[in-house]
């Protein structure tokens, strides 16, 4: 007689069902949040922030990991992962729409990774215990919210330099050059195309000693 031996290993790890739909609307609606916080908080408010770099992507992680689980849980495993992939299509949609720079992302994506699978767990916990599901989904109106109190509330800190640089020009000539609102077309180079911050015009507010030029980077 034949004895049958179950699969001890499949019935102690059973297979987790995955809805491709589900995880598609999450991971969408975690780079949509991405590319449209970028707009309304750096483009819009040029409000560079807690609002931006920490709640930002606390939301994306919860409204991915809420909407990933909603109708078929997932592990936490593989909301991480479906987390951290919104992240990272996020940060390309931003490079492809030239919203940001290389550099910029790179620089920030430690901080973002980390609130953002922080976010994930706790939406993650809401869609398995069954908890209202309108609260992550509604926390997306928060963000502008924050955007606006940042930019109606700039930090008071100035941070004065001070540097010099052997030009050789005439001094008519390079006082011309400071005060010149013309566009600069020159190329910025690798740095510039990697996301590095470079001058592309300035003007110059008020006249005289005590004038005010303002560089746009």
């Known amino acids: 007689m034949q004895e049958v031996?179950?699969?001890?290993?499949?019935?102690?790890?059973?297979?987790?069902?995955?809805?491709?739909?589900?995880?598609?609307?999450?991971?969408?609606?975690?780079?949509?949040?991405?590319?449209?916080?970028?707009?309304i908080s750096a483009l819009t408010l040029s409000a560079y922030g807690?609002?931006?770099f920490v709640a930002t992507p606390f939301v994306v992680g919860m409204t991915t990991g809420y909407i990933v689980n909603r109708r078929v849980p997932q592990t936490g495993a593989r909301t991480?992962?479906?987390?951290?992939?919104?992240?990272?299509?996020g940060g390309l949609a931003l490079l492809m729409f030239a919203l940001e720079g290389f550099m910029c992302i790179v620089l920030v994506a430690?901080?973002?990774?980390?609130?953002?699978?922080?976010?994930?767990?706790?939406?993650?916990?809401?869609?398995?215990f069954g908890?209202?599901?309108?609260?992550?989904?509604?926390?997306?109106?928060?963000?502008?919210?924050?955007?606006?109190?940042?930019?109606?509330?700039?930090?008071?800190i100035s941070i004065n330099t001070i540097e010099s640089i052997e030009i050789a020009a005439?001094?008519?000539?390079?006082?011309?050059?400071?005060?010149?609102?013309?566009?600069?077309?020159?190329?910025p180079g690798l740095p510039g195309l990697a996301g590095l911050a470079?001058?592309?015009?300035?003007s110059l507010k008020g006249e005289g000693v005590g004038a005010t030029r303002l560089g746009v980077f």
């Not at 031996?5 to 991405?34: E, K, M, S, T, Y």
């Not at 430690?110 to 398995?128: E, K, S």
């Not at 005439?170 to 190329?187: F, K, N, Q, Y």
């Open 50 to 52: 807690w609002g931006l």
């Open 80 to 89: 991480m992962a479906h987390v951290l992939a919104a992240g990272a299509l």
């Open 198 to 202: 470079y001058p592309v015009r300035s």
């Open 170 to 187: 005439s001094p008519d000539a390079v006082w011309r050059a400071i005060t010149s609102e013309a566009p600069i077309g020159l190329s």
């Open 110 to 128: 430690p901080l973002g990774l980390a609130a953002a699978a922080l976010g994930g767990t706790f939406g993650r916990a809401i869609a398995l």
């Open 5 to 39: 031996v179950p699969d001890a290993q499949h019935r102690c790890h059973p297979q987790v069902r995955v809805d491709r739909a589900q995880v598609l609307q999450g991971v969408l609606a975690g780079v949509a949040i991405i590319v449209v916080a970028v707009l």
């Open 131 to 156: 908890h209202d599901g309108s609260r992550p989904l509604m926390s997306v109106a928060v963000l502008p919210v924050l955007f606006a109190l940042e930019a109606s509330m700039p930090p008071a």
